[in-house]
């Protein structure tokens, strides 16, 4: 059925950069949108950023705006998040999701993925 490979986590300062990866092996299912979740201790997973694959059309939540930015290489079946400007709130577990149709649920709702990644550890020192 395929899967969903995140890399590029890791340690960095605030106001630093991390470039986020997301590669889709042996994919099987058709991609209408990809996304980038976060989720941090204790809290709900939250949208970060989508790209709609059909007119490579982006979304971004407003604590991200102007700070990160969501691209993918269809060729490669990869998306990428670079995220700039690092502060400590970005802390978290990022996760690569990916919608296989268009849904009435809104982009940012995970309840409108079909497949996940294993998640990738990003910590913001201060």
């Known amino acids: 059925q395929g899967q969903l490979v995140e890399t590029g986590g890791g340690l960095v300062q605030a106001g630093g950069s991390l470039r986020l990866s997301c590669a889709a092996t042996d994919r099987t299912f058709s991609v209408y949108r990809t996304a980038w979740f976060r989720q941090a201790p204790g809290n709900e997973r939250e949208f970060v950023a989508a790209?709609?694959?059909?007119?490579?059309?982006?979304y971004y939540t407003d604590s991200v705006k102007g700070r990160f930015i969501i691209s993918g290489d269809n060729a490669k079946n990869t998306v990428y998040l670079q995220m700039n400007s690092l502060k400590p709130e970005d802390t978290a577990v990022y996760y690569c999701?990916?919608?296989?149709?268009?849904?009435?649920?809104?982009?940012?709702?995970?309840?409108?993925?079909?497949?996940w990644g294993q998640g990738t550890q990003v910590t913001v020192s201060s």
């Open positions: 790209i709609r694959w059909i007119d490579s059309r982006t």
């Open positions: 999701a990916v919608s296989d149709r268009n849904r009435v649920i809104g982009f940012n709702d995970p309840r409108a993925y079909d497949y």
